[in-house]
């Protein structure tokens, strides 16, 4: 048969047997011959994969972008102006730096492939009317299969008999509560909110059931999802559009400028069309900055390697970038903003108000009372609801394996927080249980909402012990303990308990009562346990108190909250949780104000497109969304010119992460479905760590703007000596050959440069809002500081350096030197005043604003690295026969070197003097 098209709604409303003809299934389940035929005709239960991926396409990608292709272009320019080993080296470049980039974007999207790991193997059936197990991708439409606590559930199905059946969809809906599984219809709050409905991929927290498979494989929720992961496009980031568009810019330039000198060397200076074209050829070469490529990759290398240091690892090194671009954070509030540990903090009893310290699941913190001279041992009323607490209690705590692990919780939260509490007062549990052990259970259901269970007490009685959601238990208590005595309860404390309850709710808390009844020989109580049921037990209650419970936020989260608004950087909560808790938490922490818009699930499948993007213009929180709902919120958002950052763990996350411009798992919580879908992993699911890597990823382009700033600037005296030439019809020799621009360009300045890319964050980088999205790498500030300011001063002091040497040599009574060794000296000079005025600039560049005194003058240990590099490098030139013929140049006299190393220092001054006044106009 082929999969059925019926909603999931339409599937939990019809009647069993209605259910059964739509399925051609009976309670029996299938037999094995239609059991075959239908896995012939809907394939086996498995995620299909859709799109397939090449290594190779991938691997060619990095040579292959516009920079690459200029790099290629100007290593065979170089080789054909007769330089071969520049050309080679500009080439060995651009293979290193392809090959690195594809290393560290090997971990490719693999998300079916973790689809298919998260459902389990084997599967119990029910066919020919027997019990059998089968391997789950055998599973089809109509078979009957079995669940019990801890198995995965291997296809959306109907149930049809349920035991204290509790779900974890946490997969789906992101949320960490276990929802209550029951065979009769009730539609609940949200998508998979069907009592009578469990998905494939989720997992049985507790309780038994018999379900019917309805949809199995790629027509499951989980599989459609899958569908919608693999044909989601990966768009290109911002920073290789950006990088895109400076190569142009870049090459346009190199281009406009190299027509110009190969025309002004014909008509100027009457140079041969061959020589012309060579020595346009060699300045368009000078012109392109080799660069750049190495120095995005190793700026992105090290912003990846600081923010695994800050538990965050990056799977692509263009996501670092765009990080720091993030105008909207759409986060998660479970195990995000918060600790994703139910925790207990007050306990309200009649007359006595507790407060409970200590987070987590983890024994700390103690109970105290907020009037001291009430102290705990003194306290029986606390002492009962402590141990209907801890025995009430179905979940078990299995400690940490380590320090670095967390408890393994069996069970659900709430009730692990009831056990924390138990320990938190100091009861052994162990001894408790043996001293109350429990005779009979009445099992929690989401009708009563509440569990019940029967002890023997130490002198041989029984006692009744009751929890769970206040309306369910207030109208069936009779009386209430107030100080060790139990007296009738009234109106008043009716309302009192109804007061407290309201105002924790108030406050986005969670609030449980705690019950009890002895046996004491009432009407309708049976003597023996074994004869108890809901309808005789659960009646003539004494109410003793309330457990208040909450989801804590994180304790850093408050810090990085007001961060992100210093940044300009707002955040949307997206959650599963209910309006009321959500507008609490972001209201404590500090997102929103508590005049935020909630909006709601159903709210938003009756948005359009646009009323939705005018909605998250303002202060909006998102809850009770479901999986396609988080991926239109953020594409509203993408709509609005916003470069979105979205965080999620489940695998209804994975197309809002791919979607999104930065995509943000949980690698503790999160399924391996929404870590390869995303493009940062947090390896501490905390919200503060998106915080510090924006503050990185801020810094790498930063440091980009830095490396351009210094490597443009050399361009203006490198070309001020051609222009000379040029415009002096040759009257001045070059004052600087192609050769000698080269070097400049491949060998003195790589490596500050590449040191400039590994510069740490400047001080208030974080007190910036995010660049606007038509901003540019090369804009007007780096063009005039490159050429008006540093480059000017550059060429002022090169063409100094050129023309003193010919003084001492006897000019202007002699004509300027065209060849010789006073021509040699002086084009050696003036590539040292170059280099030297590189050091400077070298040093200056690594603040924008702030003095780089106050960062640490010796701090960037590569940049000194490299200036010392440099330095050799510009000696061994001069020094050494077999480099003086080829790059023309020679030695030079001690006093020269005294001028070389002296000159940056003046030079940073006046940068120092000129940033002082920016920042006082600034003040």
């Given amino acids: ?140 439409p109509g078979d009957v299969f079995l669940i019990q606590a801890g198995n995965s559930i291997s ?84 920073l290789t559009a950006e990088l895109n568009r400076l190569t142009r810019q870049i090459s346009l330039i190199a281009i406009l400028i190299g027509l110009i000198f190969f025309i002004a060397a014909i008509f100027f200076v009457h140079y041969p069309v061959a020589k012309s074209f060579i020595f346009a050829l060699g300045m368009i070469v000078a012109f392109i900055p080799e660069g750049l490529l190495p120095t995005v990759t190793l700026s992105l290398a090290q912003g990846v390697t600081r923010m695994s240091k ?62 001291q001279a009430v102290a705990l041992k003194y306290s029986p009323d606390l002492a009962l609801l402590l141990r209907v607490a801890a025995l009430d209690n179905d979940t078990e705590i299995k400690p940490a394996k380590s320090s670095t692990t967390k408890p393994k919780i069996l069970g659900t939260p709430t009730e692990a927080a009831h056990l924390i509490l138990a320990e938190k007062s100091g009861l052994d549990l162990a001894q408790l249980r043996q001293a109350y052990p429990r005779a009979q259970e009445l099992p929690f259901d989401s009708d009563r909402k509440r569990m019940t269970t029967i002890h023997t007490q130490p002198d041989g009685s029984q006692v009744i012990y009751v929890k769970g959601a206040l309306d369910g238990i207030l109208t069936l208590c009779t009386s209430i303990l107030v100080n060790g005595q139990v007296r009738s309860i009234t109106p008043d404390d009716v309302h009192d308990i109804d007061q407290a309850n309201q105002h924790y709710a108030a406050q986005g808390l969670r609030s449980m009562a705690i019950a009890y009844r002895n046996f004491d020989g009432q009407a309708n109580l049976p ?27 994180r304790p850093e989260i408050y810090a990085a909250v007001e961060k992100c608004h210093r940044a300009k950087i707002r955040i949307i909560m997206v959650t599963g949780d209910s309006p009321l808790t959500a507008k609490s938490v972001a209201t404590k922490i500090g997102i929103t104000s508590d005049q935020a818009r909630v909006i709601t699930g159903d709210e938003l499948s009756a948005m359009s497109d646009i009323d939705l993007q005018k909605a998250v213009q303002g202060e909006v929180i998102f809850a009770r969304v479901a999986p396609e709902q988080k991926y239109r919120i953020v594409q509203a958002n993408q709509h609005n010119g916003e470069i979105v950052a979205s965080t999620g763990d489940g695998v209804n996350d994975a197309p809002a992460l791919k979607q999104a411009d930065i995509g943000i798992a949980m690698g503790v919580t999160g399924t391996d479905v929404a870590k390869d879908a995303a493009d940062m992993i947090l390896t501490d699911d905390n919200f503060a760590s998106i915080v510090a890597a924006i503050e990185e990823g801020r810094t790498v382009y930063s440091n980009l703007q830095k490396f351009l700033l210094y490597i443009l600037n050399s361009n203006v005296p490198e070309a001020i ?26 060998g003195t300045d790589m490596l500050p440069a590449l040191g400039l890319g590994a510069e740490a964050s ?162």
């Avoid at 765009?322 to 903090?345: A, F, H, P, R, Y």
């Avoid at 004052?735 to 400049?744: A, K, S």
């Fill in 1 to 140: 048969m082929a999969q059925s098209r019926l909603t999931a709604d339409d599937y939990a409303k019809l009647t069993v047997a209605k259910f059964y003809d739509q399925l051609q299934t009976g309670k029996t389940g299938l037999t094995s011959t239609q059991a075959d035929q239908r896995l012939q005709q809907v394939g086996p239960n498995t995620i299909q994969q859709t799109q397939s991926r090449s290594q190779l396409k991938a691997f060619l990608k990095n040579f292959t972008s516009l920079m690459a292709l200029l790099l290629w272009v100007s290593g065979l320019i170089a080789m054909f102006t007769g330089m071969l080993e520049l050309g080679i080296a500009i080439w060995a470049v651009n293979l290193i730096n392809g090959c690195f980039s594809f290393w560290q974007e090997h971990a490719a999207q693999k998300a079916t492939d973790s689809l298919k790991a998260m459902l389990p193997t084997y599967t119990q059936v029910l066919r020919d009317g027997q019990t059998q197990q089968i391997n789950a991708t055998e599973l089809v």
């Fill in 155 to 238: 296809a959306d199905a109907r149930i049809i008999q349920a035991t204290s059946l509790q779900v974890d969809e946490s997969a789906l809906t992101g949320e960490s509560l276990a929802v209550d599984k029951r065979a009769a219809y009730e539609k609940g709050e949200g998508r998979f909110a069907e009592r009578n409905l469990v998905y494939a991929g989720t997992i049985a927290v507790s309780g038994t059931a018999t379900a019917v498979a309805v949809q199995t494989g790629m027509q499951t929720e989980f599989g459609q999802i899958a569908a919608l992961t693999q044909h989601q496009k990966t768009t290109a980031s911002p």
């Fill in 310 to 371: 800050r538990h965050a690892l990056v799977k692509e090194l263009s996501s670092v970038e765009t990080l720091g671009e993030t105008t909207v954070i759409c986060s998660d509030k479970t195990g995000t903003l918060t600790q994703n540990q139910m925790t207990i903090n007050h306990v309200w009893l009649p007359q006595q108000i507790y407060h409970v310290s200590g987070e987590g699941y983890v024994n700390n913190g103690k109970i105290t009372a907020n009037d």
């Fill in 527 to 553: 003597t023996d346990p074994a004869d108890c049921t809901i309808a005789n037990t659960e009646q003539h209650l004494t109410f003793v108190g309330l457990t208040v419970m909450a989801d804590p936020p």
């Fill in 721 to 746: 000596p051609s222009v000379l030439f040029l415009f002096s019809r040759g009257l001045i020799p070059l004052p600087l050959t192609v050769m000698q621009i080269l070097t400049v360009d491949l």
């Fill in 762 to 923: 400047e001080p208030g980088v974080m007190d910036q809002p995010p660049r606007a999205r038509n901003a540019h790498l090369l804009n007007k500030s780096i063009i005039w500081k490159a050429f008006g300011w540093y480059g000017l001063i550059a060429s002022v002091v090169s063409t100094f350096a050129y023309f003193f040497v010919n003084w001492t040599n006897g000019w202007p009574q002699v004509a300027l030197a065209s060849h010789g060794n006073t021509y040699v000296l002086a084009t050696t000079m003036t590539l040292a005043a170059i280099v030297f005025c590189q050091i400077a600039a070298a040093i200056n560049c690594r603040t924008k604003f702030n003095s780089v005194f106050s960062v640490g003058l010796f701090s960037n240990h590569r940049i000194w690295w490299g200036i010392i590099f440099e330095v050799a490098l510009l000696a061994a030139l001069m020094y050494l026969p077999v480099l003086q013929g080829l790059f023309n140049t020679t030695a030079i006299a001690g006093r020269d070197w005294a001028f070389l190393l002296c000159l940056p220092i003046p030079l940073v001054l006046i940068e120092e003097g000129r940033k002082a006044v920016v920042r006082q106009r600034h003040r």
